[in-house]
């Protein structure tokens, strides 16, 4: 299984790819961060968002993205930008047929640290070990987002996603209903519909 991670953000967007054929033993595919600037307007900064997501889905190929769950903060614009920039990326996959998982920064925590408390630093130290990397990632919203990937592979993949390369068509998920696959419930309603009206 192939896992793009997302650690999402207007101002810097994480990208961390992993594969494993054992999830025990995650394998770095590839590793960045998109960064847009600042005294750009929110449209055009999130197009560039959309260009380069897009271009790391055609070169890598993920079976299923990863997108770390947006909470509210004190800071709401700095939450408003993130979650553009989260909602954004997860339509991009759904467009392609690519399953979407979201999991909290706590279950992120635990997974790879074993603490749901852990700071970003330890994050980024149990990210550098589990992948046998000789320095640390960075920033920390990469290794942010290899700590997803990494996360899924452990404690997220379902049997809808377990096939590398298997039914991304987002139109073939819908119409047979598959579970695991990403939809919602609303989605999943749409395909028995669609699914009783050929019938």
């Known amino acids: 299984m192939r896992v793009l991670g997302v650690d999402p953000g207007l101002t810097r967007l994480g990208l961390g790819v992993v594969e494993s054929g054992r999830p025990t033993r995650p394998e770095l595919i590839a590793v ?64 392609r047929g690519i399953p979407v998982a979201m999991h909290t920064p706590s279950e992120v925590k635990a997974a790879v640290t074993g603490s749901g408390r852990a700071d970003k630093k330890q994050v980024t130290h149990m990210v550098t070990r589990i992948l046998r990397l000789d320095a640390p990632p960075k920033p920390a919203d990469a290794a942010d987002a290899l700590a997803l990937a990494i996360t899924h592979l452990w404690r997220g993949a379902t049997a809808g996603a377990s096939t590398p390369g298997k039914n991304k068509d987002v139109l073939s998920r819908r119409a047979a209903g598959r579970q695991g696959s990403g939809l919602t419930a609303a989605q999943e309603q749409w395909a028995r519909a669609l699914r009783a009206a050929d019938s």
């Open 32 to 95: 960045g961060v998109v960064r847009t600037p600042s005294d750009e307007s929110v449209d055009v900064r999130l197009g560039r968002i959309a260009e380069s997501f897009d271009s790391w889905i055609d070169e890598h190929r993920p079976d299923v993205v990863a997108v770390e769950r947006v909470f509210a903060r004190s800071d709401v614009s700095t939450i408003i930008g993130t979650a553009q920039a989260s909602g954004l990326t997860m339509g991009l996959a759904a467009r």
